[in-house]
């Protein structure tokens, strides 16, 4: 089997993800290499002008400019649509003269009246450019300000927002108050912020385009990358795939274990590692279910297992490469047990469902599991709590926080589904669409890992590969899929990923 380095490759830095604080020493960093704040500040404009210009006819134009450098961004949008013959009006919070150097400098470049924002002609404007605040924003909307994002929410005029709809924080991704604006388009510039990854903020945000306006790539050299939006950058130079002089062994061996009643689930996983590469995958159950699992794929190895002394004895007698436990195993002691005796074999793990659930008495003695060998756990925020109790903090922080005590990479699911290591690495995953929202898409997830982990991929690229490319099938299939149309497509999509790599 191939074995990777946990270290990302450098096209990972295509998707990294900044902090409010990162970006701005971005800005400041680009004067060294001879790029002014001045001209970001007119690039950043006039990238938004272009998005408005590729979606909307030329219409009535309200800009809304915020006393600070978000501001600033507003009156090179409203310069910009201006000149392109877009009647445009403006509506500004608080004195011209008590703006930042830069949005001064812009301001007295617009030749047109400025109205109080108190005035904003919101009756006479078929869509609102939003620049009042930007993603560092640390105070409610307040008075007239919130008054008016409200009667903005409440109308049905598009609007399109400057960094960050304002009243979310850049960071937390959480509406700052009680109030934040609704954006159809967000345009930010260099890197992505968490908001615009992470709910509630992403729901605000509306579509999210990324613009260039010339921050030089190496400013990134300055900074300790920790957070992605997962894609194929992150992981696709490590992955393994099959080599003409190898054989079934060279691609793992998967073991995964088996219930009695809800054998759909333990199938389904067992079909995603097939799927997914693994050489070999064999499914662990009771004599009376084995039956069931031998039906379901004559590529399927199916060991009868009835105590845990036999699952012990299969482990001191296989090859195995990986292990997966929970999806359908169910809620009893012997759950457990048999989540102990894959420790004690020291392969890699991935546990989900009851085998989470079953330590949720004495998480403690699940971690002493984590701590010492690879192992990824892929909660949902119920099972999440039963583990690591009511967190404080957006998803990523409860993700960060759930990897550093257990030691493990946490995949906390959702539809901003975080893959978090213990070294404080994490991962957003962005590409899920609503259709993953169905029964049996966790056991398939569980599959897909296990079979990775088989192949020798290390369990942070590996975690955030199962949760892109489950993403990415869903969103070819559409509407109408279900739990076993995922490693059906898995084929398809590896085929193109390896002929045409990230493109």
């Not at 793992?252 to 689930?265: F, I, K, N, Q, V």
């Amino acid at each position: 089997m191939k074995q990777v380095s946990s270290v990302l490759p450098q096209s990972a830095k295509r998707r990294c993800v900044l902090s409010v604080a990162e970006l701005y020493r971005a800005d400041q960093a680009a004067e060294e290499f001879g790029v002014s704040t001045r001209a970001l500040m007119e690039n950043a404009g006039a990238a938004v002008s272009r998005a408005i210009f590729e979606r909307w006819a030329p219409r009535p134009i309200l800009v809304l400019c915020g006393p600070g450098n978000n501001g600033g961004d507003g009156y090179v949008i409203a310069r910009h649509l201006a000149d392109a013959g877009w009647p445009v009006e403006i509506a500004a919070l608080g004195q011209i003269g008590k703006l930042p150097p830069d949005a001064a400098w812009h301001a007295s470049q617009w030749q047109g009246e400025i109205r109080p924002l108190k005035d904003a002609g919101l009756e006479e404007a078929a869509l609102v450019v939003d620049a009042l605040f930007g993603a560092g924003l640390s105070r409610p909307l307040e008075g007239e300000v919130a008054d008016l994002v409200q009667r903005i929410n409440r109308s049905t005029l598009p609007v399109v927002s400057v960094d960050v709809p304002s009243g979310i924080g850049g960071d937390s991704s959480q509406p700052v108050g009680s109030i934040a604006l609704q954006a159809d388009l967000t345009v930010t510039f260099f890197r992505k912020k968490p908001a615009h990854l992470l709910y509630p903020g992403r729901g605000h945000c509306g579509e999210v385009r990324l613009a260039d306006i010339g921050i030089p790539e190496r400013v990134l050299d300055r900074f300790s990358l920790t957070l992605w939006e997962n894609g194929p950058e992150l992981w696709l130079e490590d992955w393994p795939w099959r080599r003409l002089e190898g054989h079934k062994y060279h691609a793992g061996h998967s073991l995964l274990l088996g219930g009695e009643t809800m054998t759909g689930a333990a199938r389904l996983a067992a079909r995603a590692a097939l799927r997914v590469g693994s050489g070999l995958v064999s499914l662990a159950a009771s004599s009376e279910a084995a039956m069931v699992y031998r039906c379901d794929s004559p590529s399927l190895i199916v060991q009868s297992c009835d105590a845990v002394a036999d699952l012990s004895l299969l482990l001191e007698n296989g090859r195995y490469s990986a292990a997966g436990a929970g999806p359908g195993l169910g809620l009893r002691t012997e759950t457990r047990d048999k989540v102990l005796a894959l420790h004690r074999a020291g392969i890699p793990l991935v546990l989900d469902a009851d085998a989470l659930s079953m330590f949720s008495d004495r998480p403690e003695a699940l971690f002493e599991i984590t701590r010492v060998q690879p192992t990824i756990l892929t909660p949902h925020d119920g099972e999440y709590r039963r583990l690591f109790g009511d967190c404080e903090g957006n998803r990523l922080v409860r993700a960060g926080t759930a990897a550093r005590e257990s030691g493990a990479v946490i995949v906390l699911k959702g539809p901003d589904t975080v893959i978090a290591a213990p070294d404080g690495r994490a991962v957003i995953n962005s590409n899920a669409p609503a259709e993953l929202a169905t029964a049996g898409s966790g056991d398939v997830l569980t599959g897909l890992a296990v079979g990775l982990l088989a192949q020798g991929m290390n369990a942070f690229q590996a975690a955030a590969a199962v949760v892109w490319l489950q993403g990415e099938v869903a969103i070819n299939f559409g509407p109408g899929l279900i739990s076993e149309d995922i490693p059906e497509g898995i084929p398809r999509l590896l085929r193109r990923l390896r002929l045409h790599g990230r493109d």
